[in-house]
Structures are given as C-alpha cells and as structure tokens.
C-alpha cells in the first residue's frame, strides 16, 4: 500500500514572523496599490518590531509593483531610517515616506522595469544566470546609462546589471536577486500549505517571488485569510504549491483591497449583490483636460486589437470606450495580469470588475515583452525632441517605472498620453473648440528629459508608430523628430503650443485640427455622439 505525505504547514503569529526575520535579510515582496494581495499584517508587525527595538535593520526590500496606500501600508512600513539600506522598486509612487529616504540618499535606491523584477525573481529561483532580455536597452536602466540606480547612494554601491551579447544582438543582463525572506499572500490554505489566490483581485508575481527565495535557500512566509481542507482547497486553484511555504499567519480580517470586504467580481467571480457591488457597476468618465486625451486616444483604437492601458490619465480610455460601446471589440490588458473587464480606475489600477481571465503577472509580462499588444496607451511627464519620455523621475522624487518600459518596447505601437503642461492647468471645452484658462506652472515639453524611459530613437529605428495625444496638440514621431500633426480647434497655434515649448518641433505640412467631438462640456452628450458617428462600424 502506497504511503500517504503526511504535511502540516507551520501557523504562527505575525508577531512570530518578524521575530524570525535578521538584520541584512534581503525581502521579497508581493502585491499591488489599492491592497492587492497585500500582505499587511506581516509588514504591520515587522515594522511595530522595528519601532520597539531598532531590528530588523539594514534590509533589502525588492518588490515589481507600487504596493501601499501613500500613506502608512505596504512599502511604507519598512519606510524608517536604518530599517532599510537598499530597495529595489518598479514602482515608488504608493510609498512618500521611502521616497523621502531615497531623496536623503539615506538607502540604496534602484528602480527597474517591473516586469524585468518579476521575472528576474522566477530566473533566480530557477537558478538561471539572472534575466537576459532587451527589456530596458537605450533607457535609464541599461547599466552604461545608468543601470537604475536612482540616488548616489545606489551609485556608489555598484551595478545590478551588465550588457551581454547574444547572436550579435545587445541585451542586458540584470543579476540574480537571491532573497532570503518572501512574503506573499492568498485568500487561504490547506493543511500541506497550499496557497489559493481564488478570491483575491490578482495573482501578481506570487509564485516567483516565493520561488526565489525557497530555491535560494531561504523562506517563505503566507498571510492568508482562513485555513481549508485539502477537499475545499481546488488544486487547480493553487497559485503557491505547499512546497515552497513554510509559515503562514492567519489574518482573518484580512481585506480584499483597500476598500474593505471582498467583492467577487473582482475575483472573476458571479456578483453575488454584496455591499461592495455596487461600487464596481460601472466606469466613471474622465473630466476635463483628462476626457479631451482620452476622447482623442480613444479614435486610435481599432476594433480587433489587443491593447494595453497604462496608470493615469491612459486609465480613463476605458471608460470613454465603455460609453461609446466599444470596449467589447478590444481586448483589454494591464500589466497586473487581468483580461478585459471593466476596468478599475485611481487607486485601485490594475484591478477589475467581471474579467475574463487572471493571469499571473510573470505570464503577463511575457506577453508584453513578446509583441502581444497591438497598441499600448501610455503616460507621459516629460518629451523631448527626439521623442524621448520621462515618466520614472518627476520633480525631486524616484517614481520608478512600473510597467511602463516593458509595455512600451514590447508593443507594436504607443500612444503617450497626458496633459501639455502640468501644476494649475485649467481648461474648457465647448461645443468642439477649447479655451485655455489658465497654464501650467511646468512644462512637459522640454529641451531633454530628466531621464529617458522610453528611448525615441531606438523606437525609430525599429520602425515603431509613436503618437503623443494632449487636450491640445497632437504629435507624431517621424524622422525630423517630433512632428505637430494636429492642434485643438479654439487655441492660438503660436501662443498657446509654439512658445510654451523647449523646442521648435516640425510643424507638418497638412497639419490638421483634431475631432472637435472631443471638445465638449458635457461627457454624456460627447460619448453619445461619438457613438452616433461610429456606432455602425463598430457594434
């Protein structure tokens, strides 16, 4: 008679857990803004252990996502002087309080793409050389142009990557991160430690990040929300094999975003009318300057398509589309690893309700570093004259990439979304013209980025369409550089696009005003028009 595996996986205390952790551990972690397979009470008593006794200290936090609430969750926990010497971010944003550390140059600094952390945490745990890949080539985190180091203090401490050539071709090599610590999250567990995402709003990075440091040698700690047979615990419902876990902590209050509660259909799951419901029924339409660009992006969008729709202003497209009744012909991705749906907009990007598929994020970015989106809609803080755009470092703060670099390079063409000017933009639009009330304080349109995180030239010469959309100008990447193809009806060309940027760009030859449908007051009248227009091609 064949044996039977008798495991049981070991449940502590979140208090238990942190005692476990030693100065230096490097830590891994998962989860997303807006609470995605956050797990808090983790970093809740790694932290209260800090505050009461100085340890642990001198960490290496590693995390793909923006994972916080700007303000005391998430990244921000370990966001305490001494706490941490280095961190290796995609994204800085949800975290003010360790930009802060960064700007002080008080930690090692690095941000990389987020897809390029995910994966390069799976090649670790499968002990391969580190991440080969064109993923960042030409931009801030190719290791001759910087390599990701966003501080002096990441400068001085030595690359994390290094250019290698394969078949003749330049790719960049980015070094194993071998974690002693990970720390991931699921709805619940069985008695052999089987970890089941089934309820959660993603999958995220979970599998790699705990891959990483079991295979290094280290261990893996699981918050979850409740304990279930192994029966109740559908193996194709595991995302964290048992294997690789080795303390969970129950959180039985634990919630499924920042929201509270859980809401199934964030899940992929039938809305069963809980509280949260109603919340998530629909897409609210963007306003202002916002509504004109995504208005504009939006006429870009062919039905068939594959798409991606970045963080910020690019997250409004959905809705616009969803109002024309056109979000049905696309197929709809975030780097998060969700399919279609309606997408969640703000502080709960990355998130949907009704989705058709949840991906884990690895999988997601293997599809995007592949050529898997046709168009890809994309912000933009800073452009240049040579098409470059700077989205990772704004003002005096690391912001980080996020997903950015990965979706850009691997789509077969951007739209670069955002306003003209930035700090007290205010604007009007009426009945198909646009008035410009009041300017913005900072250009965007400038003589050279900051940084580079989406290398125009190189985009060029792959022969990739770049378009850059405002709520006044439209621009095109052509060989003469940046070229004005279109104006908003309403503004003086001269006063209100020509002076207030760093360079002359090429004007083209039949330059044309954009849809004065995207120029007018009222969102319900705009999108029902746009329908009217387009409507029978499109259903």
Do not use: Y
């Given at each position: 008679m064949q044996a039977t595996l008798e495991v049981s996986v070991i449940e502590v205390s979140a208090s238990e857990c942190a005692q476990s952790i030693r100065d230096g551990d490097t830590i891994a972690i998962t989860g997303n803004g807006g609470g995605m397979l956050e797990a808090d009470e983790i970093f809740a008593a790694i932290e209260a252990r800090f505050l009461?006794?100085?340890?642990?200290?001198?960490?290496?936090?590693?995390?793909?996502?923006?994972?916080?609430?700007?303000?005391?969750?998430?990244?921000?926990?370990?966001?305490?002087?001494?706490?941490?010497?280095?961190?290796?971010?995609?994204?800085?944003?949800?975290?003010?309080?360790?930009?802060?550390?960064?700007?002080?140059?008080?930690?090692?600094?690095?941000?990389?793409?987020?897809g390029v952390i995910s994966l390069l945490l799976r090649e670790t745990g499968a002990k391969r050389p580190g991440l080969i890949t064109r993923t960042g080539l030409n931009t801030a985190y190719d290791p001759r142009f910087g390599g990701g180091a966003a501080n002096d203090a990441a400068r001085a401490a030595g690359p994390v990557s290094e250019i290698v050539s394969i078949g003749g071709e330049e790719h960049i090599r980015y070094l194993p991160i071998r974690p002693d610590i990970a720390i991931v999250r699921g709805t619940y567990c069985d008695e052999q430690g089987n970890i089941?995402?089934?309820?959660?709003?993603?999958?995220?990075?979970?599998?790699?990040?705990?891959?990483?440091?079991?295979?290094?040698?280290?261990?893996?700690?699981?918050?979850?929300?409740?304990?279930?047979?192994?029966?109740?615990?559908?193996?194709?419902?595991?995302?964290?094999?048992?294997?690789?876990?080795?303390?969970?902590?129950?959180a039985p209050e634990q919630p499924q975003t920042h929201v509270g509660g859980y809401e199934p259909s964030l899940a992929g799951l039938p809305n069963l009318d809980t509280p949260l419901g109603a919340r998530f029924e629909g897409l609210s339409l963007p306003s202002g300057a916002r509504a004109i660009i995504a208005r504009r992006a939006a006429d870009e969008i062919r039905a068939g398509q594959s798409v991606n729709f970045g963080f910020g202003i690019p997250g409004g497209i959905a809705a616009i589309l969803s109002a024309q009744k056109r979000l049905a012909e696309i197929w709809l991705t975030v780097e998060q690893g969700i399919h279609n749906g309606k997408l969640i907009d703000g502080a709960l990007f990355g998130a949907a309700a009704s989705p058709s598929a949840i991906m884990r994020s690895t999988d997601q970015f293997d599809f995007y570093s592949g050529g898997g989106v046709d168009t890809a809609f994309l912000g933009a803080g800073e452009i240049d004259a040579?098409?470059?755009?700077?989205?990772?470092?704004?003002?005096?703060?690391?912001?980080?990439?996020?997903?950015?670099?990965?979706?850009?390079?691997?789509?077969?063409?951007?739209?670069?979304?955002?306003?003209?000017?930035?700090?007290?933009?205010?604007?009007?639009?009426?009945?198909?013209?646009?008035?410009?009330?009041?300017?913005?304080?900072?250009?965007?349109f400038v003589e050279q980025v900051r940084e580079v995180t989406f290398c125009g030239p190189s985009a060029l010469k792959q022969g990739k369409p770049v378009m850059y959309v405002t709520e006044r100008a439209v621009f095109r990447l052509t060989q003469n550089g940046l070229t004005l193809v279109e104006v908003a009806p309403g503004i003086d060309l001269q006063r209100h696009v020509l002076d207030r940027m760093a360079f002359k760009p090429t004007v083209a030859s039949d330059l044309a005003l954009m849809n004065p449908l995207c120029f007018v007051d009222d969102a319900a009248e705009a999108e029902s028009k746009a329908f009217a227009k387009t409507g029978a091609d499109n259903v």
């Open positions: 009461a006794t100085g340890h642990p200290r001198d960490l290496v936090l590693v995390h793909a996502l923006g994972v916080g609430d700007a303000q005391k969750r998430g990244v921000n926990r370990f966001a305490h002087e001494g706490m941490v010497r280095r961190v290796v971010g995609g994204h800085w944003s949800w975290s003010p309080r360790m930009q802060k550390l960064a700007r002080e140059n008080l930690i090692e600094a690095f941000t990389l793409p987020s089941s995402c089934a309820e959660e709003a993603g999958d995220l990075d979970a599998n790699a990040v705990a891959l990483s440091a079991k295979n290094s040698g280290g261990r893996v700690l699981a918050q979850v929300r409740e304990k279930r047979k192994a029966s109740q615990c559908l193996a194709r419902l595991v995302q964290v094999p048992g294997v690789l876990v080795d303390q969970i902590v129950m040579a098409g470059n755009v700077n989205v990772s470092r704004l003002g005096q703060d690391v912001v980080g990439p996020g997903g950015f670099v990965d979706i850009s390079q691997g789509a077969k063409a951007v739209v670069f979304c955002g306003t003209f000017e930035t700090s007290g933009l205010a604007v009007r639009a009426s009945d198909g013209q646009l008035a410009i009330e009041r300017d913005g304080r900072i250009p965007k």
